[in-house]
């Protein structure tokens, strides 16, 4: 009786998966090759040079200060993070993972604080690049003051006593979106418990902006000192 030698290599659930899918891209007319080749070659290339940006980034501003890096509720923290940030296309997105990775290296896990990361991650996972711009934006200002979120004469966040509708001025940098979209997140901002906002103005605008308080807890984590008004 001949002797054959078995093959031992069993692909395993998730191998075969890829694999089926991966037939089905490459099986779509005049697209499919280029598909293939965007997802399972230039796609993982651009995810991967993603986080090791971040990673860099982050390394570099700790340089040698004292952190919890090597604690396991930061490894845990990074299991969760960087599949989010491997997928996170827009700039806006990647800097508010960056700014959350880079603050939780600084903060003992044994405190009370550390509880809000997962929230953060979560809430920057959900969120557009718009949303997240006008929460960071927001964040460094003077929350003793009403802020106004107003339409022009481009989108900007500025101080309501020193904003005048009869003539408006560009008081501080304009958020690069348009002006619908931003509308639109600011009302689901308010919906998610996020922000809260006074009143909305028929002209384009939102008066006397403010976190929440599950805001103020979550939005801290995802900005840094790089942040300006």
Do not use: C
Not at 3 to 18: A, I, R, W
Request: net charge negative; no cysteine; proline share 5%.
């Amino acid at each position: 009786m001949s002797k054959h030698k078995q093959d031992t290599s069993v692909l395993n659930p998730n191998e075969e998966l890829l694999n089926v899918g991966q037939a089905i891209i490459k099986s779509i007319p005049w697209i499919g090759t280029a598909l293939d080749q965007m997802i399972f070659g230039r796609l993982a290339e651009l995810r991967l040079q993603r986080i090791e940006k971040t990673l860099r980034e982050i390394g570099e501003a700790l340089g040698d200060s004292k952190n919890f890096v090597d604690s396991e509720e930061y490894a845990n923290l990074l299991e969760v993070v960087l599949p989010k940030l491997a997928r996170a296309t827009g700039e806006a997105k990647r800097e508010r993972f960056r700014s959350l990775l880079l603050n939780a290296a600084a903060q003992d896990p044994a405190g009370q604080e550390w509880a809000a990361t997962s929230l953060a991650a979560d809430l920057v996972a959900e969120l557009d690049d718009p949303a997240l711009f006008v929460l960071a934006r927001l964040f460094v200002f003077d929350n003793s003051k009403d802020v106004d979120f107003v339409s022009l004469p481009s989108p900007q966040l500025v101080y309501s006593e020193s904003f005048d509708w009869q003539s408006p001025d560009q008081l501080t940098p304009a958020i690069p979106y348009a002006w619908p979209v931003l509308e639109e997140w600011m009302w689901r901002l308010k919906e998610r418990r996020i922000l809260t906002f006074k009143s909305h103005d028929a002209r384009g605008g939102f008066g006397g902006i403010e976190f929440t308080a599950l805001g103020q807890t979550v939005i801290a984590w995802i900005v840094d000192e790089g942040d300006v008004a």
